[in-house]
T-cell receptor
Framework: EDKVVQSPLSLVVHEGDTVTLNCSYEVTNFRSLLWYKQEKKAPTFLFMLTSSGIEKKSGRLSSILDKKELSSILNITATQTGDSAIYLCAVAPPSNTGKLIFGQGTTLQVKP | DAGVIQSPRHEVTEMGQEVTLRCKPISGHDYLFWYRQTMMRGLELLIYFNNNVPIDDSGMPEDRFSAKMPNASFSTLKIQPSEPRDSAVYFC????????????FGSGTQLSVL
C-alpha cells in the first residue's frame, strides 16, 4: 500500500531556531512530491519537487528531494511565530490524475 | 480570483439527517477533489472529478456518501444519513490541467454530527 510518513509529528521551537521536517514515502514510481502549509484551515501550496538533489527555495523555506532514500526534507531557517502551522507532505502517483497521498503532517509551534 | 469557495463553513446536525456540502472551484480548473481530514486519519481523498466527470470514488466511505458535479463551477458532497463518525473537516480543492498536483484548497466545512 502506498504510504507517506512524516516526522516528527510535532515540534516546539523558539523564534530564530532552524527546523528540519522529514518526509519519507513508499510509493512506486511517484511523479512528484509536494509540501503544503496548513494554518487554521486550508492547506496552501509550498513546493513541488520532481528531481532528486535539486533544492527549491522560497525565502526562509527550502526543500530537497532524495529519490535514492525515498525522502524529502523541508528546512525553515530563522523561524518566526507565523511559521506555526501543520506542514503536510504529499506524493503524486505516476498516473497523471492529481490524486495525492498525504502524510499525517508535522505540527510546528514556534514560541516567541 | 476568489479561490475555491466552500459552504457552509460550519455544519452541526443530528445523526440521521442529510448533509449537503457545496464547492465552487477556481474558474478554468479542470480537476476537483473532495478530501476529508480527521485527527486519526489525516487528509483522505474521497472522490475527484476531471471536467465534471467522476474519475475515482474509491475513497468514498460507503453508499451514504455521494458527490456530483453538474457543471464546471459547482460540486456537492452529500451524506445521507449522517452518522457521528462522519464528523470531520471536508475540503474541496481544484487544480488546473498540466499542474494537477498543485491543489488549491477551499477553507473547508467543519461538520459535526451529534
Amino acid at each position: 500500500e502506498d504510504k507517506v510518513v512524516q516526522s516528527p509529528l510535532s515540534l516546539v521551537v523558539h523564534e530564530g531556531d532552524t527546523v528540519t521536517l522529514n518526509c519519507s514515502y513508499e510509493v512506486t514510481n511517484f511523479r512528484s512530491l509536494l509540501w503544503y502549509k496548513q494554518e487554521k484551515k486550508a492547506p496552501t501550496f509550498l513546493f513541488m519537487l520532481t528531481s532528486s538533489g535539486i533544492e527549491k527555495k522560497s525565502g526562509r523555506l527550502s526543500s530537497i528531494l532524495d529519490k535514492k532514500e525515498l525522502s524529502s526534507i523541508l528546512n525553515i531557517t530563522a523561524t518566526q511565530t507565523g511559521d506555526s502551522a501543520i506542514y503536510l507532505c504529499a506524493v503524486a502517483p505516476p498516473s497523471n490524475t492529481g490524486k495525492l497521498i498525504f502524510g499525517q503532517g508535522t505540527t510546528l509551534q514556534v514560541k516567541p | 480570483d476568489a479561490g475555491v469557495i466552500q459552504s457552509p463553513r460550519h455544519e452541526v446536525t443530528e445523526m440521521g439527517q442529510e448533509v449537503t456540502l457545496r464547492c465552487k472551484p477556481i474558474s478554468g480548473h479542470d480537476y476537483l477533489f473532495w478530501y476529508r481530514q480527521t485527527m486519526m486519519r489525516g487528509l483522505e481523498l474521497l472522490i475527484y472529478f476531471n471536467n465534471n466527470v467522476p474519475i475515482d470514488d474509491s475513497g468514498m466511505p460507503e453508499d451514504r456518501f455521494s458527490a456530483k458535479m453538474p457543471n464546471a463551477s459547482f460540486s456537492t458532497l452529500k451524506i445521507q444519513p449522517s452518522e457521528p463518525r462522519d464528523s470531520a473537516v471536508y475540503f474541496c480543492a481544484s487544480s488546473p490541467l498540466g499542474a494537477n498536483e498543485k491543489l488549491f484548497f477551499g477553507s473547508g466545512t467543519q461538520l459535526s454530527v451529534l
